[in-house]
């Protein structure tokens, strides 16, 4: 069984900063895919970012530059630094991982809310 728990969302001002957390248990952590993914009200979730077991990174072209992801595989954590945060930004905030043997596996979410 793997589970993935996000931590780190809440309430900031436009132009603050969060850090988005991710700890998943089982065995898949250091061979998987990590990501995040949002999903504003009423609209589709969307990726925010990946970042593969040997650290490569892929952004939602928009977000460049303000996001960063990384990950710490001794620690089966994934982490999104989010700077300069937007009301447009609001939205819940997915850890995603996916498995070699493509099987994907969800969070539960964690609010992340930007206030003008």
Not at 2 to 17: D, F, K, N, R, T
Not at 21 to 46: D, N, T
Request: glycine share 10%; with cysteine; net charge positive.
């Amino acid at each position: 069984q793997v589970q993935l728990v996000e931590s780190g969302g809440g309430l900031v001002q436009a132009g603050g900063s969060l850090r988005l957390s991710c700890a998943a248990s089982g065995r898949l952590f250091s061979s998987a895919v990590m990501g995040w993914y949002r999903q504003a009200p009423g609209k589709q979730r969307e990726m925010v970012a990946t970042i593969t077991r040997d650290g490569r990174s892929n952004y939602a072209d928009s977000l460049k530059g303000r996001f960063t992801i990384s990950r710490d595989n001794a620690k089966n954590t994934v982490y999104l630094q989010m700077n300069s945060l937007k009301p447009e930004d609001t939205a819940v905030y997915y850890c995603h991982a996916l498995s070699t043997t493509a099987y994907n596996y969800w969070g539960q979410g964690t609010q992340v809310t930007v206030s003008s």
